[in-house]
């Protein structure tokens, strides 16, 4: 199993950073997709979502209208696409793969650096 991030980077307050997951190992279409960010000091927590079955979509509340979570199954890639990016959104940026009643198999990519300076 393999998720993979690219698109990460350093953008200025206002900016607009396109992430990307790649995922190979697992059939990823059966599978809810998460992008989760760590702050330096504070505990990971759940950007945006995508659930299956059902397709259904979750964002935090500090990224609503901001961030869009999307995913090409064809390509087995999942995406985030954050616009207007404020210095609280500097991160690291993880992409999650979860399957099962009970999260029974948790997968995740190594993780992504995201900085938005003022």
């Known amino acids: 199993v393999r998720l993979v991030e690219s698109g990460g980077g350093r953008v200025q307050s206002g900016g607009s950073l396109r992430l990307s997951c790649a995922a190979s190992?697992?059939?990823?279409?059966?599978?809810?997709m998460n992008w989760y960010r760590q702050a330096p000091g504070k505990e990971r927590e759940l950007v945006a979502g995508?659930?299956?079955?059902?397709?259904?979509?979750n964002y935090d509340d500090s990224v609503k209208g901001r961030f869009t979570i999307s995913r090409d199954n064809d390509k087995n890639t999942l995406y985030l696409q954050m616009n207007s990016l404020k210095p609280e959104d500097t991160a690291v940026y993880y992409c999650?793969?979860?399957?099962?009643?009970?999260?029974?198999?948790?997968?995740w990519g190594q993780g992504i650096q995201v900085t938005v300076s003022s």
């Open positions: 995508i659930t299956w079955p059902g397709g259904k979509f």
């Open positions: 999650n793969a979860r399957h099962g009643p009970m999260n029974d198999y948790n997968y």
């Open positions: 190992g697992f059939p990823f279409s059966r599978y809810t």
